[in-house]
C-alpha cells in the first residue's frame, strides 16, 4: 500500500473511531486481523479497542479529535493533534502512531500531554 493510502486510512479510522463516535464500525472497517496495542490502559486486539473508546466517548460524549498532522513512512502513520472532552477544555495534545500491514491498522502506541494553563513560551502544543 502507498504511504498516502496509509495516512489516510489512518485518517478515517480516527475520525469515524473518536469523532464519529462509532468505533465497532472503525476496527470492522480498517483494523487487521489481530491488533496489537502500546497504550497501558487498553488490552489488545479489536475488541478491546471497541470496548475502550466506547466507555470513553459515553463518558465524554463532547469528545473531540482535532488532526493537526499526519506523517508517514513507509508502514508507519503518525498523527499529531489535540484531543477535547468538553467545549470549554483546553485539551491534550495527542501524538498517535500506528503500523500498518497490507492497508490495514495492525498496532498502535499514543502518547499524551495535558494542555497547561499556563507554559513558558507563547507556542501552541498543536
Not at 500500500?1 to 465497532?24: C, F, G, H, I, W
Not at 499529531?80 to 495534545?93: E, I, N, Q, W, Y
Not at 500498518?100 to 507563547?122: C, F, R, S, T, Y
Request: charged share 20%; glycine share 6%; no cysteine.
Amino acid at each position: 500500500m502507498s504511504t498516502e493510502r496509509n495516512k489516510q486510512t489512518v485518517v478515517a479510522y480516527l475520525e469515524l473511531a473518536l469523532n464519529d463516535k462509532q468505533p465497532a464500525q472503525a476496527a470492522e472497517a480498517y483494523l487487521g486481523s489481530h491488533y496489537i496495542q502500546h497504550n497501558p490502559q487498553v488490552a489488545d486486539g479489536a475488541d478491546a479497542f471497541v470496548e475502550f473508546v466506547t466507555g470513553f466517548t459515553q463518558q465524554f460524549p463532547d469528545l473531540h479529535l482535532d488532526i493537526k498532522r499526519v506523517i508517514a513512512e513507509g508502514d508507519l502513520v503518525a498523527t499529531h493533534g489535540l484531543l477535547t472532552v468538553a467545549p470549554a477544555d483546553r485539551g491534550t495534545a495527542v501524538t498517535d502512531i500506528f503500523r500498518l500491514e497490507d492497508g490495514k491498522i495492525v498496532e498502535h502506541w499514543d502518547v499524551m500531554q495535558p494542555v497547561p494553563e499556563e507554559a513558558a513560551n507563547p507556542n501552541a502544543m498543536t
